[in-house]
């Protein structure tokens, strides 16, 4: 089945016109308010890291648990996991916003901290951005990997690749549950190193695992809808909203537990993250997190016929998006910022980051059938109902 995606020209403009919105704000942002500047730079760069980073890990869950409905659609999680070695480098000129975005990067600070002095020999630059080239020279070659034997089963057919596939996939979600946690760790709970939360880690990767299949099934959906995949039917709808369904639910679980178990503890140490934040407006997202990332998607997505309709399916979608980035806002605004400004800056480098996220998805959706041809599932996938 030939289903090639051909980008037009005025779209490529408008990417290219979102990337220059946000390359404006960003040097506005860093002479009038390099703090808020270097807080919007992070909280984009990881809300697309995120991104990638799930969608790698939905298409490796596809292989491992052999489903079938899914394989016609494997291309959009292999193109959003193409972003990760861009973002690598963003993340890497971070190493300019240090001293803005990390109270423990400065020298001296552990002279008259004696927690951070404890914890310097992890918190300490030189080890941040070996750790960062670590990530992400891994996720590179994993994902890499499994595009290219994912090119070569569209070429040759057989089941060798396909076998291939699901033995790498065993190894990358080890490899992403670790390191991506490890990486939540560093980028959002070090921003405040004196808090610490045991399930900060879990609760990270559920939300990056939601985002991204939300995302995925927004991309599947466009393309349905400009003339691609037009196998797409209420069936699949259905199965893309039991993943967001199910995972919204374990998000929710995951926030619950950990502020009842804080909440209950009244530890200082633990208590100081929730008494910073129960003011102002971030009083108001800490429900409104709830509210978008939980009880939306648990209340629209149970009933089946809502579950299976792109009216009901895409608003949720939209309202997951902008839950995401909130969540952020949340964490980092509070650490960062000392307040809950928001403005052109915010918007200008968020449509700046997706202008690019979306031209590299879009670029690499390009190179190759979007439908994998030779995949062994494909007709399960095709004919999928229930």
Not at 131 to 139: E, P, T
């Amino acid at each position: 089945m030939e289903d090639r995606l051909i980008v037009q020209k005025n779209f490529k403009y408008l990417l290219f016109g979102m990337i220059g919105i946000g390359v404006i704000s960003m040097l506005f942002g860093f002479i009038s308010d390099p703090e808020r500047a270097w807080a919007n730079y992070l909280l984009n760069n990881y809300y697309f890291i995120s991104l990638s980073i799930g969608a790698a890990f939905f298409g490796a869950i596809q292989y491992i648990s052999q489903s079938g409905w899914s394989s016609a659609f494997k291309r959009i999680p292999e193109a959003m996991a193409s972003y990760i070695p861009v973002a690598g480098v963003f993340f890497l000129l971070m190493y300019f916003g240090m001293h803005s975005l990390f109270h423990w990067s400065h020298e001296g600070v552990t002279a008259t901290d004696e927690l951070l002095a404890h914890k310097a020999p992890y918190l300490n630059v030189p080890f941040f951005f070996f750790r960062i080239v670590l990530f992400f020279g891994l996720w590179t070659i994993m994902v890499r990997l499994l595009r290219k034997i994912s090119l070569k089963e569209d070429e040759e057919g057989g089941m060798t690749y396909f076998y291939q596939s699901e033995k790498y996939s065993k190894v990358i979600i080890f490899i992403i549950a670790i390191s991506f946690s490890l990486f939540a760790f560093d980028m959002l709970m070090s921003l405040e190193p004196h808090w610490f939360s045991a399930l900060f880690a879990a609760k990270s990767f559920i939300a990056a695992f939601l985002h991204a299949s939300t995302v995925i099934t927004l991309i599947v959906i466009i393309l349905n809808k400009i003339g691609h995949l037009k196998m797409l039917n209420r069936s699949h709808l259905h199965d893309f909203s039991r993943y967001i369904f199910m995972v919204s639910i374990l998000w929710g679980y995951f926030n619950f537990a950990e502020f009842m178990l804080i909440w209950y503890g009244n530890i200082p140490e633990e208590t100081i993250f929730f008494v910073k934040r129960s003011e102002g407006v971030f009083q108001v997202l800490f429900y409104a997190n709830i509210i978008i990332n939980w009880f939306i998607p648990f209340l629209f997505l149970m009933p089946r016929m809502t579950s299976r309709s792109k009216v009901y399916i895409l608003p949720v979608i939209v309202i997951l998006m902008i839950g995401q980035y909130t969540e952020l806002y949340y964490y980092i605004w509070p650490a960062v910022v000392k307040g809950s400004k928001f403005g052109l800056l915010e918007i200008g480098t968020y449509l700046g980051f997706l202008g690019l996220f979306t031209l590299v998805v879009t670029n690499t959706l390009t190179k190759a059938n979007l439908v994998p041809k030779n995949h062994p599932y494909l007709e399960e996938s095709i004919y999928h109902q229930f």
